[in-house]
């Protein structure tokens, strides 16, 4: 079975950073490999649908950013290690939210668009003012 499995989550102060990983074991179930996957950072904050912010082509050479979050999040893929990561910086109390992964095989572009989702359990991220 295909998991997806972020961490890094936690409380940090406005103008804080913190980085976000994820991973997603059992690909080799479905044949799969982590560079067929094009992948994303979606959140969801009290009271407000889940929002694609940062995702990026499964090549790893296209990304896309809400303008909630550009300039201040990257996003990146490395290969060699399987894993994705969500670099945060300058937090703001806006970022607060459950942050979730997500993983697509049948996906090609980075526009936070995928069709029939992996998706992970979601990491709490608090920015205190």
């Known amino acids: 079975q295909v998991q997806v499995v972020e961490s890094g989550g936690g409380l940090v102060q406005a103008g804080g950073s913190l980085r976000l990983s994820c991973t997603v074991p059992?690909?080799?179930?479905?044949?799969?490999?982590?560079?067929?996957?094009?992948m994303g950072w979606f959140r969801q904050a009290p009271g407000k649908e889940r929002e694609g912010i940062a995702c990026?082509?499964?090549?790893?050479?296209?990304?896309y950013y809400s303008d909630s979050v550009k300039g201040r999040f990257t996003i990146s893929k490395d290969s060699a290690k399987n894993t994705l990561y969500l670099q945060m910086n300058t937090l703001k109390p806006e970022d607060t939210a459950i942050y979730y992964c997500?993983?697509?095989?049948?996906?090609?572009?980075?526009?936070?668009?995928?069709?029939?989702?992996?998706w992970g359990q979601g990491t709490q991220v608090t920015v205190s003012s």
């Open positions: 997500a993983a697509d095989p049948e996906a090609a572009g980075p526009y936070c668009v995928y069709p029939d989702p992996y």
């Open positions: 990026i082509s499964f090549s790893g050479d296209s990304t």
């Open positions: 059992g690909l080799e179930l479905r044949g799969l490999r982590f560079d067929d996957l094009a």
